[in-house]
């Protein structure tokens, strides 16, 4: 049995009359960028996550670059980012001369909220925290840290729609929430699309308008340097189809995981657990194995495919050998860069899949 890591076909068809309704509603009104569509999305976004204001924008890299930038971040200023998190966030700080400063993961395989105090300086600005996987950081901790060092605080849901830490939704927590809708995310378009998320009625005036060449109005009147960074009609009308169903999907996920987590009996694979204090939203099914690569191996053997996230941290790229790290500084990261692995999970996935992948693993030998 072939069994894919995610599945996006299926992402489109089970829903594919009303995507495919709202897909030939919106090019048939004329109206391409910055109407209807993107201010309806906007509305019902924030009140999916609990915050007064949200901005549609091209993508999860760009909403975090806009967030940086708006927060203030420039030359000299240090930024908490987590040592294992997806190279964008180390690249929102970068592309605005800031500095990461990386901090090492918990073993909830996001950032370790108590190592923070130590790496704080009078140039930290702010503590991006990356919901990483589906489920949430501790933010009781983060806040605080926040709120007694003055720092701001970016939360980057681009793995979390729907995650909540406590009774809050993530993206509602922080000053400001980055979040993508590439095609994988749980909220994924057909498409590249991202948003910001805010309760600070400055930034979501300052975002709309970054976004937007530096213009307030539609054209040719130019505030400030902005960038063009527009989520379209297109992708809003079917990301407001799909939001329609996210629960129901975040649902499903769950069910999957559970079947996982119950199902999954072997010593070589111990499956990533949930924070107390998250709920989650399961964005990848993630597992630690120190015979990783043998298991990768192993499942392609039988048509299982899987996905490492992510297989290089970030401090050991090319792209930030000027920040002048070496192998051994991060120990963490690097361990669970050779450990983690994320196992078939998207919606649509049958049982009969499921039990397919849970057997192999459980006969997984090393
Ligand atoms: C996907 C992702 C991003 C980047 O989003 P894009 O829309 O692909 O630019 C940023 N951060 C995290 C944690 C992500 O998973």
């Excluded at 930024?79 to 993961?105: F, H, K, Q, R, W």
């Excluded at 806040?143 to 939704?169: F, P, R, S």
């Excluded at 054209?219 to 329609?244: F, P, T």
Aim: aromatic share 10%.
């Amino acid at each position: 049995m072939k069994i894919l890591q995610n599945n996006l076909k299926l992402q489109h068809d089970l829903f594919k009359e009303e995507y495919n309704n709202k897909a030939v509603e919106v090019l048939n009104s004329g109206w391409y960028i910055l109407g209807n569509e993107v201010s309806e999305f906007e509305k019902e976004f924030a009140l999916y996550t609990d915050s007064k204001y949200c901005v549609g924008v091209a993508s999860g890299m760009d909403a975090l670059t806009i967030a940086f930038r708006m927060v203030g971040i420039k030359e000299n200023d240090e930024v908490i980012v987590c040592s294992n998190s997806y190279i964008a966030c180390v690249m929102g700080v970068t592309l605005n001369n800031g500095t990461p400063i990386l901090v090492e993961p918990d073993e909830y395989d996001n950032l370790d909220a108590n190592k923070i105090e130590e790496k704080i300086t009078d140039k930290t600005k702010a503590i991006l925290a990356v919901h990483l996987y589906g489920q949430s950081c501790d933010m009781d901790k983060i806040m605080d840290l926040a709120k007694k060092y003055n720092l701001k605080v970016i939360e980057d849901c681009a793995q979390a729609h729907g995650t909540m830490w406590k009774n809050k939704k993530v993206g509602s927590i922080g000053d400001i929430g980055c979040w993508s809708f590439y095609p994988t995310k749980n909220l994924g378009g057909f498409g590249d699309g991202g948003a910001i998320t805010t309760n600070n009625e400055d930034y979501y005036n300052e975002a709309k308008v970054i976004r937007n060449y530096g213009s307030k109005r539609i054209h040719y009147e130019n505030d400030i340097i902005g960038m063009n960074s527009r989520l379209d009609e297109l992708q809003a009308g079917l990301l407001r189809v799909k939001l329609k169903h996210l629960d129901e999907l975040n649902e499903e996920r769950n069910r999957i995981a559970n079947r996982y987590l119950s199902g999954i009996n072997n010593d070589l694979i111990k499956p990533l657990l949930t924070r107390p204090g998250s709920n989650n939203v399961y964005h990848q099914f993630v597992i630690h194995s120190e015979k990783r690569d043998e298991l990768i191996e192993y499942l392609n053997s039988y048509e299982v495919g899987t996905i490492i996230h992510y297989p290089i941290p970030p401090h050991l790229q090319k792209a930030y050998a000027y920040l002048g790290y070496k192998e051994g500084d991060f120990p963490i990261a690097e361990r669970y860069a050779k450990e983690v692995l994320s196992l078939p999970m998207y919606n649509g996935m049958s049982d009969e899949e499921l039990d397919y992948v849970i057997d192999k693993l459980n006969k997984f030998e090393g």
